[in-house]
């Protein structure tokens, strides 16, 4: 079976740095993505990391390691509007592009 | 339309109706995804449409769980006889996937998804 492990809960402040973990076993790796969910709303698209390494994207940065099925998003710069849940997703094997996610980790930014 | 759309927004049905949900995708998107999201659970996959492909039914949970996609745009899943544990938030997403180009993200756009409450 597939297994994708985030952390539950976070909290952080207003300002300062936080990296979100998730690990991963699943049957085949074909590229993994972090998505945005606000309350209520649908997710929206972060990153996406197919090679080992850092991939930035403004105050947003993704990680992964294949060898470790390992990868975090580090938020810099932390806002109140950052409070939302972040999904992890694996896909699975070229061509197949639909995801496999975790539960999510649920981010709550205070002042 | 700008975005992926989703209709209704909210449907409560008694246990043993069928229901129907509706997305339209967003238009030159040739790949659209059903996709549930239970309380405190992960998006979890039902079916994927690719093109005139034969689409990927291999998360569908059960027989009663079905969906088409017409003319290449809107598609409708449909549930028959529905349970309580169909009570979740049932979203559509679409990409644009050319092919031969698998290593690319192929972002997915979700739609803002239907609450479905079956009591």
């Known amino acids: 079976g597939q297994n994708i492990d985030q952390p539950t809960e976070m909290t952080a402040t207003e300002g300062a740095i936080v990296q979100i973990n998730c690990t991963y076993q699943t049957s085949g790796f074909n590229g993994l993505f972090w998505y945005q969910q606000h309350a209520g709303e649908a997710p929206t698209f972060l990153s996406y990391?197919?090679?080992?390494g850092l991939e930035e994207k403004g105050r947003f940065s993704s990680f992964l390691s294949r060898s470790k099925g390992y990868s975090y998003l580090l938020l810099k710069e932390l806002q109140m509007k950052d409070s939302a849940s972040y999904l992890c997703a694996v896909r699975l094997r070229p061509g197949a592009n639909n995801l496999f996610f975790g539960t999510g980790t649920r981010l709550t930014v205070i002042p | 339309g700008a975005g992926v759309s989703q209709s209704p927004s909210n449907k409560v049905t008694e246990k043993g109706k069928d229901v129907e949900l509706r997305c339209d995708p967003i238009?030159?998107?040739?790949?659209l995804y059903w996709y549930r999201q239970s309380l405190g659970q992960g998006l979890e996959f039902l079916i994927y449409?690719?093109?005139?492909?034969?689409?990927?039914k291999s998360g569908l949970p059960s027989d009663r769980f079905s969906a088409e996609r017409t003319g290449g745009s809107v598609s409708t899943l449909t549930i028959q006889r529905t349970q309580q544990e169909d009570s979740a938030v049932y979203l559509c997403?679409?990409?644009?996937?050319?092919?031969?180009?698998?290593?690319?993200?192929?972002?997915?756009?979700f739609g803002p998804g239907t609450r479905l409450t079956v009591t």
């Open positions: 238009s030159g998107h040739t790949a």
């Open positions: 449409f690719q093109g005139n492909s034969a689409p990927d």
């Open positions: 990391n197919v090679l080992d």
């Open positions: 997403a679409s990409s644009f996937n050319p092919p031969g180009l698998a290593v690319m993200p192929y972002e997915q756009y």
